[in-house]
T-cell receptor, first 113, second 115 residues
Framework: QKEVEQDPGPLSVPEGAIVSLNCTYSNSAFQYFMWYRQYSRKGPELLMYTYSSGNKEDGRFTAQVDKSSKYISLFIRDSQPSDSATYLCAMRYGGTSYGKLTFGQGTILTVHP | DAMVIQNPRYQVTQFGKPVTLSCSQTLNHNVMYWYQQKSSQAPKLLFHYYDKDFNNEADTPDNFQSRRPNTSFCFLDIRSPGLGDAAMYLC??????????????FGQGTRLTVV
């Protein structure tokens, strides 16, 4: 079983739709959770960085963490064609960890006009 | 404004010919990482430097080496590239202070092709 599971999609939605992206994980030692966006042939770009269970909002993006269920989500409101990319969830241990990230496989999202 | 810069963006090398990828950062972060990302797969950590301390992942092949001559620069050396080493190589940085660790910032990656 992979430590982090993410539905690879692909996911295709019309412009303006609400997008929900999800990851589950098995190791309760993960304490920090991130969402990265990766355009084709580019490096990952950090979108959201969270620690606590609950919601964190930044513009059209909302990250949700449920540590009890080992489940994280990213919601994109009013999706735009420019949101078309691969979305990677990532997580790392807390404490004195040097910061190794464990990634999900990535979900390919296409937002069509 | 570029903070983590990788060169070159695209690299073609011959089977078995040593190749070096470079990464520089302007963030003054003390940790630098090298990840390998194959097509449609998650990035996989190869190794990292915590200041000058080198840390290898257990499953990183011996074919991969790294150097960090100073805080700003880090190199990935592939001694004898095989066809299976074709991938995107991602450099990332973060700052660790005690138990605190910032988020990781990635470069644009170097896409390596082995012919």
């Amino acid at each position: 079983q992979k430590e982090v599971e993410q539905d690879p999609g692909p996911l295709s939605v019309p412009e303006g739709a609400i997008v929900s992206l999800n990851c589950t994980y098995s190791n309760s030692a993960f304490q920090y959770f991130m969402w990265y966006r990766q355009y084709s042939r580019k490096g990952p770009e950090l979108l959201m960085y969270t620690y606590s269970s609950g919601n964190k909002e930044d513009g059209r993006f909302t990250a949700q963490v449920d540590k009890s269920s080992k489940y994280i989500s990213l919601f994109i409101r009013d999706s735009q064609p420019s949101d078309s990319a691969t979305y990677l969830c990532a997580m790392r241990y807390g404490g004195t960890s040097y910061g190794k990230l464990t990634f999900g496989q990535g979900t390919i999202l296409t937002v069509h006009p | 404004d570029a903070m983590v810069i990788q060169n070159p963006r695209y690299q073609v090398t011959q089977f078995g010919k040593p190749v070096t990828l470079s990464c520089s950062q302007t963030l003054n972060h003390n940790v630098m990482y090298w990840y390998q990302q194959k097509s449609s797969q998650a990035p996989k950590l190869l190794f990292h430097y915590y200041d000058k301390d080198f840390n290898n992942e257990a499953d990183t092949p011996d074919n991969f080496q790294s150097r960090r001559p100073n805080t700003s620069f880090c190199f990935l050396d592939i001694r004898s590239p095989g066809l299976g080493d074709a991938a995107m190589y991602l450099c990332a940085t973060s700052r660790v202070t005690g138990v605190r660790n910032t988020e990781a910032f990635f470069g644009q990656g170097t896409r390596l092709t082995v012919v």
